[in-house]
């Protein structure tokens, strides 16, 4: 493991404390004030968030998730809730992180506007109080098939885009 060492005189790399590969005993001041420069440099060029998806098969999971938030909010009697949580998961992760757009370029409109439809027959199913198998057979259907076509995207090298969807 490399060590680090820095003060005001000297500036110091270490391997497990025994062996010293470099020192760096002129321009440490300077050194030292150039620091704070690279550390930024090096956090701009980090990902924009480490939490963002970096394939489809996430973007799907976290949409996967919402809906199970949807059904159990159903399951206690709040479906206002449930169909707000329907709504955030097609608008807010869905078409905000682009997915659908990327099926829609890889997999046709008919099957982007499928996928569409799952998620209003869900969010329909709640209003009409069709009951919690209905419900559950439906938010079931839909998790399925957003995996598949997360899986599907990655599988076929489809970038996800910056990542925009809503947390």
Not at 137 to 144: E, H, I, K, N, P
Request: glycine residues 6%; negative net charge; contains cysteine.
């Amino acid at each position: 493991m490399l060590h680090l060492r820095i003060s005001r005189n000297m500036c110091k790399v270490t391997e497990d404390d025994n062996h010293s590969h470099s020192q760096f005993t002129q321009g440490t001041k300077q050194t030292m004030k150039r620091l704070p420069v690279l550390l930024i440099l090096l956090i701009a060029a980090l990902p924009a968030s480490a939490g963002e998806p970096q394939s489809w098969a996430a973007v799907a999971e976290r949409i996967a998730g919402r809906i199970d938030q949807a059904e159990t909010l159903y399951r206690q009697g709040k479906a206002d809730e449930a169909r707000r949580a329907v709504a955030d998961s097609y608008f807010g992760i869905f078409e905000k992180s682009e997915m659908e757009e990327a099926l829609t370029k890889r997999m046709g409109h008919d099957h982007a506007e499928e996928m569409e439809d799952r998620f209003g027959d869900l969010r329909k199913a709640i209003k009409a109080d069709k009951g919690i198998e209905v419900v559950r057979r439906l938010a079931d259907d839909l998790r399925t098939a957003l995996r598949k076509d997360g899986k599907a995207l990655d599988d076929a090298g489809v970038p996800v885009h910056d990542a925009k969807e809503a947390s």
